[in-house]
T-cell receptor, first 112, second 113 residues
Framework: QQQVKQSPQSLIVQKGGISIINCAYE??????FPWYQQFPGKGPALLIA?????SEKKEGRFTISFNKSAKQFSLHIMDSQPGDSATYFC???????????FGAGTRLAVHP | NAGVTQTPKFQVLKTGQSMTLQCAQD?????MSWYRQDPGMGLRLIHY???????DQGEVPNGYNVSRSTTEDFPLRLLSAAPSQTSVYFC????????????FGDGTRLSIL
C-alpha cells in the first residue's frame, strides 16, 4: 500500500507553461515533505521541501503548496523550460529528513 | 569532495549469485541509507545506518544484508540474487538524520537473469 500517492504519472507542458504535480498522503505523523528531481542516469536531487507549519514555499520558479487538512501537497513549476524535463518525486517522512517514503514519480517533458 | 560514490554503475548477475554493491562518501556523514527504485513504485528504503556499527531495516530489507564498519563505507550485499531484485539501487548520506537532507549517489543498475 503506497503511503504517498503521486499524480500524474506523466506530464507534457509547453515551454513557458505551468507544470503541476500533486501528492497525497495518509500518515498524519509525516512532518517533512520534499520534492526531488531526477535526470536520466543520475540520482535524485533535493529540489525544494516544506514542513506542515506553512502553506506555501517558493524558491525561484518552484513552489510547494501544502494543504494540511486535505493531506495534500503539490509542486508548481512556473515558466517551465526544456531543461526542467526530468522525473519528479514527492516524498514524506516523520521525525527527521531521512527514512523517506516516496511517491511513484512523474515524468515531465517540456516541449520547446 | 567526491560526494556519494557508488560502484559498479552496471552489473548483470545470474540467479543465485552473490554480489556486493559498494557505497562510499567523503563528507564525514553519519547517516547512510540504501534505496531501490522500480518503475511505478518510486524509491523504497532497504536498510539504513545512523553511524559506524549501527544498522537497521527499512521498508524492503528481505534478501539484503548490510554492515557499517567505517563512517565512509556502507556496502549492500545480495547473498543469493533473485530476478525480483532487478532494480536500480541508490545510496544516500547525510550529516545526521535530523538536521540535514540526504545526498544521493548516481546509482547501480542491477539486472538478474
Amino acid at each position: 500500500q503506497q503511503q504517498v500517492k503521486q499524480s500524474p504519472q506523466s506530464l507534457i507542458v509547453q515551454k513557458g507553461g505551468i507544470s503541476i504535480i500533486n501528492c497525497a498522503y495518509e500518515n498524519t505523523a509525516f512532518d517533512y515533505f520534499p520534492w526531488y528531481q531526477q535526470f536520466p542516469g543520475k540520482g535524485p536531487a533535493l529540489l525544494i521541501a516544506i514542513r506542515p507549519d506553512v502553506s506555501e514555499k517558493k524558491e525561484g520558479r518552484f513552489t510547494i503548496s501544502f494543504n494540511k487538512s486535505a493531506k495534500q501537497f503539490s509542486l508548481h513549476i512556473m515558466d517551465s523550460q526544456p531543461g526542467d524535463s526530468a522525473t519528479y518525486f514527492c516524498a514524506a517522512s516523520s521525525g527527521g529528513y531521512n527514512k523517506l517514503i516516496f511517491g511513484a514519480g512523474t515524468r515531465l517533458a517540456v516541449h520547446p | 569532495n567526491a560526494g556519494v560514490t557508488q560502484t559498479p554503475k552496471f552489473q548483470v548477475l545470474k540467479t543465485g549469485q552473490s554480489m556486493t554493491l559498494q557505497c562510499a562518501q567523503d563528507m564525514n556523514h553519519e547517516y547512510m541509507s540504501w534505496y531501490r527504485q522500480d518503475p511505478g513504485m518510486g524509491l523504497r528504503l532497504i536498510h539504513y545506518s545512523v553511524g559506524a556499527g549501527i544498522t537497521d531495516q527499512g521498508e524492503v530489507p528481505n534478501g539484503y544484508n548490510v554492515s557499517r564498519s567505517t563512517t565512509e563505507d556502507f556496502p549492500l550485499r545480495l547473498l543469493s540474487a533473485a530476478p525480483s531484485q532487478t532494480s536500480v539501487y541508490f545510496c544516500a548520506s547525510s550529516y545526521d538524520s535530523s538536521t540535514q537532507p540526504q545526498h544521493f549517489g548516481d546509482g547501480t543498475r542491477l539486472s538478474i537473469l
